[in-house]
């Protein structure tokens, strides 16, 4: 079940937020629980226990950290992030290190070992991360273990988040979990931001899907096929992605929690650096703080921040998912951030536009990687965004480029540099009325349930790591 779907929109959510609001405020975390576990038994029930499982883990492991001695907590966080990572390891890359295995035995002429693959359930990446870093908050002292398994659960497998972010750390929410007022301003600003984010899914990224799918796709594509899907891509990718994370703001702003935003326009940053302070912002600070830090950041010396920023990228990377292309798209990530820094450490500076399309081209190729769906894609993919299959728009993309995905596009496009247009706009063209405030995201939101029954649910990109 996703927020885009016919079950969610009419049935689950509903239901659950009449059982929310009508249940007394001290109940509520109960019904937020047991609401959320529905909400993710929903696709397979037996999953359920591996996410209640890491639950109870870190709770229990919180505590045990809190009460225990100095010289133990190191241990008891070290054996509480194992357990998990051992989860995580099993369900998310076991089945890439048997076929990478099999790869192997087969080029020394060997028969493959016998393999199932392991269906990773939902939400366990970001159940994963979120216990990971409350242990450790626990254990540097940032936060006191909650004591109450409710309560925390209420928290970690709050389900307006868990599928794809943001990363809520247990300090951004620690009082609002203890206790919180549902009030109508958070409820109408709540309901707005959910139907903005899912206009954005619905009517954007998903509308480019065809598009994407139909350039990475194409053998051998030329110059314009290649940058025409490639930029649809991170289009579609964008609009999925903060659209997702707008919507799960907005529910939780519905329900009392006040969470940070997840991107800040990230396609007009001014520098790698930059991008990764608009992108994904709360996985960016998780990395930065729980990986980079504690793994020297910059304070051994500059060779060793450049292998600390190369390396965090590539373990994000990879925690994306189960493939070596996700470790290349980190790499690529890492190695941009160590140039960058570089550059800058030796006083050389870029002008702001020049940076700023620089900026541009390494995320969209680090993208190709990212989501082609196998080497040799990737490759040509590649090799057609730098000219080596020829120039011109192919027959297949041709069909592909419907006056609906060219509007799209275009839409897409506008909205993205929106914020450049508004800032040179009149200031009395840029005041909106409040009544059309209020009014246009409805218009929207019903607009994208409309184009929503019209064609197949499609999953966030999201959903799969």
């Known amino acids: 079940m996703v927020f885009s779907s016919v079950e969610f929109l009419a ?3 509903p239901a659950f937020l009449l059982a929310y609001l009508a249940t007394p405020a001290a109940w509520r975390n109960l019904t937020l629980c047991v609401g959320s576990w529905i909400f993710y038994s929903w696709w397979k029930p037996v999953f359920l226990l591996v996410i209640v499982g ?4 870190a709770w229990a492991m919180g505590r045990a950290v809190e009460r225990a001695g100095e010289r133990a907590k190191p241990r008891l966080v070290a054996c509480g992030v194992a357990v998990i990572l051992g989860v995580l390891g099993w369900f998310k890359y076991a089945n890439l290190m048997v076929e990478t295995l099999n790869d192997g035995l087969r080029l020394f002429a060997f028969a ?3 393999w199932s693959d392991i269906i990773l359930p939902i939400a366990l990446s970001f159940t994963a991360l979120q216990g990971i870093s409350y242990l450790i908050d626990v254990k540097r002292g940032t936060v006191a273990a909650e004591p109450r398994f409710v309560n925390f659960a209420a928290y970690l497998d709050m389900f307006p988040h868990l599928i794809a972010g943001p990363i809520i750390r247990y300090a951004w929410i620690a009082q609002e979990i203890k206790q919180r007022r549902v009030t109508l301003d958070d409820v109408a600003a709540g309901a707005r931001r959910f139907m903005l984010g899912f ?5 954007i990224a998903d509308s480019l899907a065809p598009l994407v799918e139909a350039a990475f796709s194409v053998p051998q594509p030329s110059l314009c096929d290649a940058w025409l899907g490639n930029v649809a891509f991170a289009l579609q990718i964008f609009f999925d992605f903060a659209g997702y994370s707008a ?6 702003r519905i329900l009392g929690f006040h969470y940070p935003e997840n991107f800040r326009d990230p396609y007009l940053a001014t520098s790698i650096q930059d991008f990764w302070r608009r992108w994904h912002i709360s996985l960016s600070s998780w990395l930065r703080d729980y990986l980079y830090i504690p793994l020297g950041g ?3 010396g500059p060779v060793r921040t450049y292998v600390n920023l190369i390396l965090t990228m590539a373990i994000g990377g990879l925690w994306h998912g189960a493939s070596w292309a996700f470790l290349l798209w980190g790499l690529i990530h890492g190695f941009a951030l160590a140039i960058a820094r570089a550059w800058s450490e030796r006083g050389l500076r870029c002008p702001a536009p020049l940076s700023c399309l620089l900026t541009l081209a390494v995320v969209l190729l680090a993208w190709t990687p990212f989501r082609a769906k196998s080497w040799d894609s990737a490759v040509d993919m590649l090799a057609g965004q730098f000219g080596l299959h020829g120039v011109a728009l192919g027959d297949q993309m041709a069909l592909a480029m419907r006056p609906a995905a060219i509007a799209w596009l275009l839409i897409g496009i506008l909205t993205v540099l929106w914020p450049v247009i508004r800032a040179r706009l009149p200031a009395w063209t840029s005041r909106e009325p409040d ?6 995201p409805i218009g929207l939101f019903l ?3 409309a184009a929503m029954m019209g064609r197949q649910t499609l999953p966030f990109l999201y959903f799969q790591f």
């Open 112 to 114: 493959p070992l016998p």
């Open 435 to 440: 009544w059309w405030a209020a009014l246009w």
């Open 247 to 252: 919507m799960a703001i907005g529910l939780a």
């Open 447 to 449: 607009y994208a349930i």
């Open 11 to 13: 049935l689950f959510l």
């Open 298 to 300: 910059n304070r051994r």
């Open 54 to 57: 890491i639950t109870f883990i």
């Open 199 to 203: 206009a954005m899914k619905v009517l």
